[in-house]
């Protein structure tokens, strides 16, 4: 196998480690080949290449990525550090090398740096190293970083503006019970929340999950939306195969007025949900 596919396979492996983000993840490639490789199989990712050896002399927004990349770069002190200031909270560092073995100095040298959360591990089939580490969170407060992501998507986004693979929908999951506790035969049914439009409801949509649940927090204080459990997660070609209308991004006040209705779907068109 020549090299450049073995690196399309490795580039895989990382791709399984990136971080739950907005819908456009800002990903740091400093290999100068992994980011674009991630791109081509994701729509939702804004990349920049900035070479390893000279990330320290780049003048970069502390917090400006959700993710870094680095295949096959040395990680020394110095450039982990301007890693991590690169970050932003829950942001992560994904390193592959593509030889050598998972030992304890991958982790120690992470650790010394201030990342948490760090995995270490034979990359593919015993071959090569999968270095994770995660820039620790600002908040013990679960909303609080929820909202943190949230915020750096626009409200009220113009579905043609929108360039993720998903939208996430409010839905009510009846019966509210595991798969396990069904009865012989009980079937399990999705109504999404939706606003009472003519001619057709328009479903209540997000582009991620950080949007729905940072919406859903003051829209169910304020009374707008009820008896929603679970956010479903649809595919983009999906959603668009609808006949229905779609709000994406909506703010809680924004729809303080209208009237909300409920659309019946199938849960077999929904996504596997996200990390």
Excluded at 2 to 25: C, E, G, T, W, Y
Excluded at 41 to 58: G, V
Excluded at 182 to 210: C, M, N, Q
Excluded at 218 to 233: E, H, S, T, Y
Aim: hydrophobic share 45%; charged share 25%; net charge neutral.
């Amino acid at each position: 196998m020549d090299a450049a596919r073995i690196q399309r396979h490795f580039v895989a492996v990382m791709a399984k480690h990136l971080p739950p983000s907005s819908a456009n993840l800002q990903l740091l490639d400093l290999d100068g080949r992994s980011g674009g490789l991630l791109a081509e199989a994701r729509a939702d990712l804004n990349h920049r290449h900035i070479p390893a050896m000279s990330l320290a002399d780049h003048d970069i927004a502390p917090g400006a990525f959700d993710a870094i990349v680095a295949y096959d770069v040395d990680l020394s002190g110095a450039l982990l550090a301007s890693c991590f200031a690169a970050l932003r909270a829950g942001g992560r560092l994904i390193a592959l090398q593509s030889r050598g073995a998972a030992g304890e100095s991958h982790l120690r040298r992470l650790r010394e740096r201030g990342f948490v959360r760090i995995l270490v591990e034979p990359a593919l089939d015993e071959i090569g190293v999968l270095i994770r580490g995660e820039k620790p969170q600002v908040s013990a407060d679960t909303m609080e970083r929820i909202q943190s992501v949230a915020q750096r998507e626009a409200d009220s986004l113009p579905l043609a503006q929108f360039k993720g693979r998903y939208i996430h929908l409010l839905v009510q999951r009846q019966p509210n019970k595991p798969v396990w506790k069904l009865d012989a035969g009980e079937k399990i049914s999705w109504r999404a929340a939706a606003l009472r439009r003519d001619p057709l409801p328009a479903l209540l949509g997000f582009s991620s999950l950080p949007k729905a649940v940072g919406f859903m927090q003051p829209a169910v204080l304020a009374g707008l939306v009820r008896d929603i459990n679970k956010v479903g997660k649809f595919s983009l070609a999906t959603v668009e195969s609808w006949d229905w209308g779609l709000v994406l991004n909506p703010a809680p006040d924004s729809i303080e007025k209208e009237q909300l209705t409920y659309i019946e779907l199938d849960p077999a068109t929904a996504e596997a949900p996200d990390e």
